[in-house]
């Protein structure tokens, strides 16, 4: 009853948030108490927002709590370390339910320190000392505390098994050899110890030769390694600088068309202006002419009339009405489509190029084949996607407190109570949420049938797990994707950035991932497959599948046959 009142102190006076005894402690204004460094560092993190929560209660406090020393807090941790200490001295000698006892003691039994082959028994130091002094004994076969001595006795003839039957492959008594073993070929269990030791010397022997091996491999496989990175940084280096000459070539040329253009452009525009002007004097020249006619044509004089006429009357040749029709738009379209078709004669070289010479990629005698139309290609039916299945279990060491798994751990299920989970670093503190068990490599896919308002997602292992929700959230980070679904609308999230996603609604999601070509796409799934989104992205480590459930929301994650 002690021991078990210094437990329960040790939990009175532990911090919650490193879960160890309280150094420095600090109470804050609600009435829980933690370590002085421990609070610090967790508000720190809540600075940005400037309200300051306790991690236990969730009550706010704004401004920032002042913190001070529990000195009597202080002084009860340190006497219950001398107290624990002292209890545990006390205790150490003495044999608990998994020791091995000492056979001799009476009342309460202290340790084993040795067994004994032959008696069959198991003493403390204490009692252990005639085997020692007494010469008879000294002679003893003494081991490590064993339970087991027991299966040393025959139980048939309550005797020590001092034989062994080799052709029953058995330990034996004596009585047995000349009983029911009479016939067989028995030898001392020493014999056969011997005997067995020298195959056991062997089997060391090989499985020794057979390391050496595999560490040479290793070795090898790991120089295969850095020549790999060394030849891959290389062409990286390489085609960047190929392409870098490319792309200035391709500016080049792009300014000499823009200056072709210009040029075009300001030949064009000086022609037009002097037809233009050309026109305009026209225009002037004319309406000059309708003033001298008008007039004329009110002169009263006939004879005045007839005079001046022939001169009047008489017109300048007017302009040349195909020189009006200036059209050089055809010049400029001809220009666009030439650079059009440029462009595509560079996609088919560049795709029918690296297609070729990325089918299938030689490492040192190795053939890695990277086909990349393999890559582009995703299941179109549901039947193709299941052959991509896997089995998707939540890990309830990531579990949210108020978070209940069922369903061996395939369903999670939002509580407003708290759930009896023990102290894990990967469980996620503050915000709502659960990983798999699972990693996802390669090509996986999988469905998850929800209810209320979730989150489904996808996230690297060391996404935060105590910090902010920008820290923390899925899709409010750079490690994290997530889909969120509401009973008539989708939205996907990615570093804090929300992308309008449209779709049919349905209660049942199906992702597919292509993680070495960098695929996650989002499916709703009824009676037939509607792709909602899609991400074409670098996935630079593996991804785990996980979920955020507000109040009242449910997710599945379905068993696919």
């Known amino acids: 009853m002690a021991q078990q009142g210094v437990q329960l102190n040790r939990e009175n006076f532990s911090c919650s948030i490193c879960l160890d005894l309280l150094k420095d402690p600090v109470t804050i204004p609600c009435g829980h108490s933690y370590c002085m460094s421990c609070i610090n560092n967790f508000w720190d993190e809540e600075d940005k927002k400037e309200i300051y929560s306790c991690p236990q209660c969730r009550q706010t406090f704004t401004p920032r709590p002042v913190l001070m020393k529990n000195t009597m807090f202080a002084a009860l941790v340190e006497q219950l370390k001398k107290t624990g200490l002292q209890s545990a001295s006390a205790d150490l000698c003495y044999a608990g339910p998994e020791d091995v006892a000492c056979d001799v003691c009476t009342g309460r039994k202290l340790k084993a320190f040795k067994s004994c082959l032959v008696c069959l028994v ?8 005639p085997h020692y002094e007494v010469a008879p004994l000294k002679k003893h076969k003494l ?22 039957c080799r052709t029953d492959q058995q330990s034996i008594c004596y009585l047995c050899s000349v009983e029911d073993h009479n016939g067989h070929e028995t030898v001392s269990a020493a014999a056969e110890r011997t005997e067995r030791q020298r195959g056991l010397a062997v089997s060391r022997l090989n499985i020794q030769q057979r390391i050496q091996d595999r560490e040479k491999d290793v070795k090898m496989l790991q120089q295969e390694v850095e020549a790999v990175s060394l030849s891959a940084d290389k062409a990286v280096e390489d085609s960047e600088k190929i392409f870098t000459e490319l792309i200035r070539l391709l500016q080049k040329r792009s300014s000499d068309v823009k200056q072709q253009i210009r040029s075009q452009q300001e030949t064009e525009v000086s022609r037009v202006k002097e037809l233009q002007e050309k026109l305009q004097q026209e225009i002037t020249e004319l309406k000059r002419k309708d003033a001298e006619l008008k007039q004329l044509s009110h002169t009263e004089d006939h004879n005045q009339f007839l005079h001046n006429y022939p001169s009047v009357s008489q017109l300048s040749e007017p302009t040349d009405s195909s020189s009006i029709n200036i059209r050089p738009l055809r010049y400029f379209e001809d220009v666009t489509a030439a650079v059009s078709e440029l462009r595509d004669l560079l996609q088919d070289i560049l795709k029918d190029k690296c297609d070729k010479e990325m089918t299938t990629i030689s490492l040192t005698g190795t053939e890695v084949e990277v086909l990349l139309s393999d890559l582009k290609t995703e299941p179109n039916t549901r039947p193709e996607f299941f052959k991509y299945s896997c089995e998707i279990t939540l890990d309830p060491n990531t579990a949210n407190t108020e978070l209940l798994l069922s369903e061996g751990n395939r369903k999670v299920e939002r509580m407003r109570q708290k759930q009896s989970y023990s102290s894990h670093p990967d469980r996620f503190i503050r915000w709502y949420q659960v990983l798999s068990r699972e990693s996802l490599t390669g090509r996986c896919y999988w469905e998850v ?24 959230g899925f899709g409010r980070n750079d490690k994290s994707w997530a889909l969120r679904c509401d009973t008539n609308s989708y939205g996907f999230w990615f570093n804090s950035v929300k992308s309008p996603v449209s779709g049919p609604h349905s209660s049942r999601l199906g992702l597919y991932l292509d993680h070495r070509a960098g695929i996650l796409s989002f499916y709703s799934v009824s009676e037939t497959m509607t792709l909602l989104h899609r991400v074409q992205t670098t996935f630079t480590q593996p991804l785990y599948a996980g979920v955020f459930l507000p109040d009242g929301a449910t997710a599945e994650f379905c068993k696919l046959k």
Do not use: T
């Open 143 to 164: 081991v490590d505390p064993s339970k087991k001595l027991q299966e040393n006795i025959c139980s048939r003839h309550d005797e020590v098994m001092k034989m062994f």
């Open 122 to 129: 198991s003493y403390c130091e204490k009692h252990l000392q």
């Open 449 to 472: 049938e929800w209810r209320g308002k979730v989150r489904v997602a996808v996230a690297y292992k060391n996404i935060s797990r105590a910090g902010g929700w920008d820290e923390c």
